[in-house]
T-cell receptor
Framework: GAGVSQSPSNKVTEKGKDVELRCDPI?????LYWYRQSLGQGLEFLIY????????KSGLPSDRFSAERTGGSVSTLTIQRTQQEDSAVYLC????????????FGPGTRLTVL | AQSVTQLGSHVSVSEGALVLLRCNYS??????LFWYVQYPNQGLQLLLK??????LVKGINGFEAEFKKSETSFHLTKPSAHMSDAAEYFC????????????FGQGTELSVKP
């Protein structure tokens, strides 16, 4: 959606390298979510942030994955020592105060690990 | 554990025919339910949602869905398919007091034949 941008749009990396994926949400959002879309697993929840609460990391597939949200706004998803199975489209979504149960998705980052 | 099942990974209809995409959920408490559409090389767009109240909900582009608690279903329908409806459709559920993270079905690819 128009309220969420993600960068880069495409990322090709070599196995074993670290990557950072960025999500720039609209100001005033209430919660921020990361999902992964892959051929084998479909759409999976990874992590979410809301206010000053500790993030819910229950969907992260391994300890190579981490995320942070700085200043309650921009979020970065980091994947360390990338593996081929990490290849997927990584989606960021946010909710706003006006519609707390409706998530607006960004266009995604397509990650390819060679 | 909460889960969402979409029956049929591919559905093909003729232009002007009824569209019916099936979704069933499993949850210990009534979830919020959503249908999202993803056009080729685009992000997820919300079609419609059910939270509380009227069980028949109308969305964009002429789509509607009915929440049937007794059948744990939330099927998506459109009376008359249009070529522009060709896309992938995802049913999703969330439990609000569990942070709103979405659990997605595997998706149904809709093809519309002229």
């Amino acid at each position: 959606g128009a309220g969420v941008s993600q960068s880069p749009s495409n990322k090709v990396t070599e196995k074993g390298k670290d990557v950072e994926l960025r999500c720039d949400p609209i100001s005033g959002h209430t919660a921020l979510y990361w999902y992964r879309q892959s051929l084998g697993q479909g759409l999976e929840f990874l992590i979410y942030f809301q206010g000053n609460s500790a993030p819910d990391k229950s969907g992260l597939p391994s300890d190579r994955f981490s995320a942070e949200r700085t200043g309650g706004s921009v979020s970065t998803l980091t994947i360390q020592r990338t593996q081929q199975e990490d290849s997927a489209v990584y989606l960021c979504a946010v909710t706003s105060g006006a519609s707390y149960n409706e998530q607006f998705f960004g266009p995604g980052t397509r990650l390819t690990v060679l | 554990a909460q889960s969402v099942t979409q029956l049929g990974s591919h559905v093909s209809v003729s232009e002007g025919a009824l569209v019916l995409l099936r979704c069933n959920y499993s949850s210990s408490v009534p979830p919020y339910l959503f249908w999202y559409v993803q056009y080729p090389n685009q992000g997820l767009q919300l079609l419609l949602k059910y939270t509380t109240g009227a069980t028949l909900v109308k969305g964009i582009n002429g789509f509607e869905a009915e929440f049937k608690k007794s059948e744990t279903s939330f099927h998506l329908t459109k009376p008359s398919a249009h070529m522009s409806d060709a896309a992938e459709y995802f049913c999703a559920a969330c439990i609000y007091n569990q942070g709103g993270k979405l659990i997605f079905g595997q998706g149904t690819e809709l093809s519309v034949k002229p």
